[in-house]
């Protein structure tokens, strides 16, 4: 079989919906444009389509900076929003890709917080004056049915501000899709090279904007509630914390089965935690007093190398006022970071726990700051 072109997979013909991006059109003459490039795993692949977008960028835009790369494997778009700040630091791009629909369909970010998490990068990433264009890439694996349900949530953000967006799905007669997306889900070089080559022509057929229109942020959305990020030393301890930091930016305290942290709000909801996975991670345990569950924070890729992930707070514990986060000694979790059955045993026994995220009902548009509970 000969290698497809760009157009020959797609259900549609490339296109951006919604909004403008990016800035002049081809032809134009050089120019400097930072491009960054979020999302999670699948822009974090070192020879995925960022390597492909970014090289067809720079021809056919003429490009001269080189690519900003702020990618988090598996964590969604609740995930990334929690470490934004320090991923973004003092990076000034003009133009950012936001690629985070991808795992929000595998369920890394729960339904309900998709909305809130895509609001609070869009703000955070207008707030430098950049654009920003959504771009939903293809599943072929067994969450691929929850794309529409996933990204009906991002059309109306996307529809609502003017927010380029670019959605790449296969033909429903493509049966040979792993020659494109080797798990499912990430990219072959192939696969890599025509998403980049249909990003590209769906930027071309743009009508000429010298930068998008909507760039200033949006602090509420309908009935959206706010995030909050906190760190470790916002919660209770009932031991002394071990502390370390990871690459130089996450500090993190150490928690052992001897010890525990507590997060306690009377008006916060706590989404999710954000922790340090490696070697150490085994299964943690959360309880309102009322319930407890486990979850499995170990998988096969934490024996490589620690890396930054997120723990979305069950929904069973959702509303709480008060959760005991502790390490467990347990074998096995009840379920995995996603939320589906854990069907792994434990390694580690010790949590890594750099923040938490909460969900708040403040309207207050100039105080991001999280207010303590004395």
């Known amino acids: 079989m000969t290698n497809p072109t760009a157009h020959q997979i797609w259900a549609k013909a490339p296109s951006v919906e919604f909004g403008s991006f990016l800035g002049p059109r081809p032809g134009r003459g050089d120019i400097d444009l930072n491009v960054a490039y979020a999302g999670n795993s699948v822009t974090a692949q070192r020879n995925g389509y960022q390597v492909s977008l970014h090289d067809l960028l720079t021809r056919k835009w003429s490009v001269r900076s080189a ?41 890394a970010t729960p339904d309900s917080d ?17 654009d920003v264009c959504f771009l939903h890439l293809p599943r072929a694996d067994q969450f691929a049915s ?22 790449l799905e296969f033909r429903d007669d493509l049966v040979d899709s792993k020659r494109y997306l080797y798990d499912g889900v990430h990219t072959t ?19 000429h904007s010298e930068r998008a229109t909507h760039l200033q942020p949006f602090l509420e959305h309908d009935s959206f509630l706010r995030v909050n990020i906190c760190d470790w030393q916002e919660l209770g301890y009932d031991c002394n914390p071990t502390i370390g ?39 943690i345990q959360l309880s309102d007093g009322e319930r407890t569950l486990k979850i499995q924070t170990w998988d096969e890729t934490c024996d490589h190398h620690p890396r930054l992930s997120y723990v979305p707070i069950p929904l069973e514990l959702r509303g ?8 467990s000694n347990d074998e096995q979790g009840e379920r995995d970071l996603f939320g589906l059955v854990s069907r792994v045993s434990r390694r ?20 991001t700051s999280r207010k303590k509970d004395t």
């Open 348 to 367: 580690g026994s010790a949590l890594r726990l750099i923040g938490c995220v909460e969900l708040s009902n403040d309207k207050l548009k100039n105080d």
């Open 146 to 167: 929850r794309r529409s349900r996933v990204l009906a949530v991002y059309s109306k953000i996307a529809r609502e501000l003017g927010i380029a967006s670019i959605d």
């Open 189 to 207: 070089e192939l696969g890599g090279r025509l998403i980049a080559e249909a990003v590209i022509d769906a930027l071309m057929r743009l009508p």
């Open 114 to 130: 998709v909305g809130v998490a895509v609001i609070h990068l869009v703000n955070a990433i207008r707030r430098i004056g950049a």
């Open 320 to 327: 709480a006022r008060r959760i005991i986060i502790t390490a």
């Open 245 to 283: 930091t990871f690459r130089l930016s996450f500090p993190f305290t150490e928690i052992e089965t001897s010890g525990s942290a507590t997060w306690t709000s009377s008006t916060n909801v706590l989404a999710g935690l954000k922790i340090l996975l490696g070697p150490h991670s085994g299964v």
């Open 67 to 107: 690519a900003t790369k702020l990618a988090l494997g598996a964590v969604g778009s609740m995930g990334l929003a929690s470490y934004w700040d320090a991923l973004i630091r003092d990076r000034r791009p003009a133009a950012v890709f936001l690629e985070c629909s991808t795992a929000d369909m595998g369920q």
